[in-house]
Nanobody, 124 residues
Framework: QVRLVESGGGLVQAGDSLRLSCAAP????????VGWFRQAPGKEREFVAS????????SYGDSVDGRFIISRDNAENTVSLRVNSLKPEDTAVYYC?????????????????WGQGTRVTVSS
């Protein structure tokens, strides 16, 4: 079992930036792909970004439109999501997920372990 912990969410204003982090206390997800998803109130979970085991391959969901940056620090065993120029429609709970596979994936069903999420609320 791998427990993931997200942090960095909060209440911000439109145009602000946040840095979300995903950690696996007591375990490592070095060698595994990691994804970020989000779920807005009343909507289905949506793919945001994914990164491969080495950080050399990334992919983003269509809704991100170049404003988000996913990265990882394998020495620190963390994966980050930098979210820039936030919009009210970015309001959601953001989840990180991982799986024992080194590649990226945009499909939530591919991921085995999930965190509890961190809430991001963007006011206009």
């Amino acid at each position: 079992q791998v427990r993931l912990v997200e942090s960095g969410g909060g209440l911000v204003q439109a145009g602000d930036s946040l840095r979300l982090s995903c950690a696996a206390p007591g375990r490592t997800f070095i060698g595994w792909g990691v994804g970020w998803f989000r779920q807005a109130p009343g909507k289905e979970r949506e793919f945001v970004a994914s990164i491969n085991w080495s950080g050399t391959i990334v992919s983003y969901g269509d809704s991100v439109d170049g404003r988000f940056i996913i990265s990882r620090d394998n020495a620190e065993n963390t994966v980050s999501l930098r979210v820039n120029s936030l919009k009210p429609e970015d309001t959601a709970v953001y989840y990180c997920a991982t799986r024992p596979n080194p590649s990226t994936s945009s499909s939530s069903s591919d991921y085995l372990y999930w965190g509890q999420g961190t809430r991001v609320t963007v006011s206009s």
